[in-house]
T-cell receptor, first 109, second 115 residues
């Protein structure tokens, strides 16, 4: 069964902390997305990756194909980073993405 | 700027009524998708369309219908047959669903409440 699991479900951090959100998936994938959902509900695509590492500003996404695991890191976290972060995997041989349930991040000033 | 527009942002419906959610994109994307989001669950695919005048059922299509008469538009109708329609609905598009290197662009969502 194609599954995507995220951890933790909820995360509270102090401003400036380094944050890691994890995503594990069950079988081989062709692509993995990290998405950000703000309280209003709109979703923004942060990264799409199939191997290695990508960086954009304070955000870093890594993926380990052998371990079937991806991480999203936020350096020098800020209250405006507070959102739900969602991992979505496109499993090999399929057309669609399977979405994790999300990690709710709250960064306190 | 290109993007996806969903309207309305909030929608209230009486039980037994059909309601149509709008999704319009000006990205020239071929593929469009409708997802449903419920608390504590990941997004689930309702319908998707690869090209004009073609669409396919997703995982939870029962009680929903769609049309794709124009490339830019992919409206979703929530019918009275949908037993639990209260949810947050997200529309997305991608250049071509066959090529996994193309990412998704999402709309801002419509929150539907049945009263």
């Amino acid at each position: 069964k194609n599954e995507v699991e995220q951890s933790p479900q909820n995360l509270t951090a102090q401003e400036g902390e380094f944050i890691t959100i994890n995503c594990s998936y069950s079988v081989g994938i062709s692509a993995l997305h990290w998405l950000q959902q703000h309280p209003g509900g709109g979703i923004v695509s942060l990264f799409m990756l199939s191997s290695g590492k990508k960086k954009h500003g304070r955000l870093i996404a890594t993926i380990n194909i052998q371990e079937k695991h991806s991480s999203l890191h936020i350096t020098a976290s800020h209250p405006r980073d507070s959102a739900v972060y969602i991992c979505a995997a496109r499993f090999s041989g399929t057309y669609k993405y399977i979405f994790g349930t999300g990690t709710r991040l709250k960064v306190l000033a | 700027d290109g993007g996806i527009t969903q309207s309305p942002k909030y929608l209230f419906r009486k039980e037994g009524q059909n309601v149509t959610l709008s999704c319009e994109q000006n990205l020239n994307h071929d593929a469009m998708y409708w997802y449903r989001q419920d608390p504590g669950q990941g997004l689930r695919l309702i319908y998707y369309s690869q090209i004009v005048n073609d669409f396919q059922k997703g995982d939870i299509a029962e009680g929903y219908s769609v049309s794709r008469e124009k490339k830019e538009s992919f409206p979703l109708t929530v019918t009275s047959a949908q037993k639990n329609p209260t949810a947050f609905y997200l529309c997305a598009s991608s250049l071509d669903h066959r090529h996994y290197n193309y990412g998704y662009t999402f709309g801002s969502g419509t929150r539907l409440t049945v009263v």
